[in-house]
């Protein structure tokens, strides 16, 4: 049986990865909008509960600044899924162990499945619906892959 440090010998210096302040700030980072997320999905009351004024002004804005006027309220519900998931797969990218990045395209849908699973069995106000799932996941994998293309990019060039 090899000890640990064998093991990290034998898969390379990409097995583990210092713990620098930026590598913490990234995990704290990612707490934290892990946090936000679970509370915006798993909180009893949808989000835009009460607030339809609100969204109806933004789709008015959205419409003058020439977004088309078919844009409506499931396609700002759904760009919202997006955009909420995309810091989450950034951060998933940038804590995640350079041979292990690829993970990342594993856990954000098994983890937006789980929070509409969720919705669907505990909260009765809420609906669960495999469309967020593919919503979120979109956005997860594009945050995801901005950072591993910079990251990349980063790691190619030449120091000086």
Known sequence: MLTLSARRAAVGANYAMPMTSSRRASIAGLFGVLGIILLATLSPTPVDAGRGAWVDAALVVLHRVGVPGAFGYRELE???????????????????????????????????????????????RRDGAVSDIVTNTIGGWIGLSLVIVVLRFRSRKPRR
């Open 78 to 124: 759904m760009s919202a899924n997006v955009a909420m998931f995309v810091p989450l797969g950034a951060l998933l990218a940038l804590v995640l162990v350079p041979g292990w990045r690829w993970f990342g395209y594993v856990i954000v849908p098994l983890l937006s499945a789980g929070i509409e699973l969720g919705q669907w069995l505990f909260l009765s």
